[in-house]
């Protein structure tokens, strides 16, 4: 039987991916993409691909699927064969505690320097960002957004609960932050 190749990415967060030695080693994805193999019986292997070249590795055949990405992400959804959500995310907005009350909706933003995953699409605030009410600024990972969010660099930090509750956990820092509990 031949072998499914799945990639993934650096720029993938913790949970959804942890990399030991250039291989996947655990997460979100790992579960998920073991769990429907065992159950069709297919065998496959994960393939480390940055983001920008998944599009080109699908076309090359050097992977066969991508995950942890939306049709929203991609330049020409219509190129990809979609499965139904494995799961649902939410966007959430982290700022510091001490900005809370003044920084708790979207229009509060404006203004403001608000912290994002390259790529990475924002629907609610695309409209925003395209006429430089909300300034953007990407970064690769979620671990420098909230590095430069503790320092003021950044106002606040947009990002899925997900990763946000594991990276404020993992660097010990529940005390600094507000999460808000909604999607922007």
Known sequence: AETLK?????????????????ELSAG???????????QSGVRVSYVLVSKRNQDEGIKQGVIDGRCLINPSEVE???????????????????????DAAKLNNIT????HKVGTIRSHSYPELKPYFQNN??????????????????FGILDAVID?????????????????????????
């Not at 990415?9 to 030695?21: C, Q, T, W």
């Not at 899925?160 to 922007?184: G, P, W, Y």
């Open 6 to 22: 799945i990639s993934f990415s650096r720029s993938n967060p913790e949970p959804y991916v942890f990399i030991d030695k250039r």
């Open 108 to 111: 509060a933003l404006f203004g």
């Open 76 to 98: 020409n959804p219509e190129d990809y064969q979609w499965s139904n959500a494995l799961y649902e995310e939410e966007d959430v907005l982290i700022v510091r505690k001490e």
């Open 28 to 38: 979100v994805l790992k579960e998920i993409v073991d769990a429907i193999a065992k």
């Open 160 to 184: 899925t609960k997900l990763s946000v509750s594991h990276c404020i956990q993992k660097k010990n820092m529940e005390d600094k932050f507000i999460v808000s509990h909604r999607a922007i």
């Open 133 to 150: 009410s909300i300034e953007r600024v990407e970064n690769k990972k979620l671990s420098n957004n909230m590095n430069q969010l503790k």
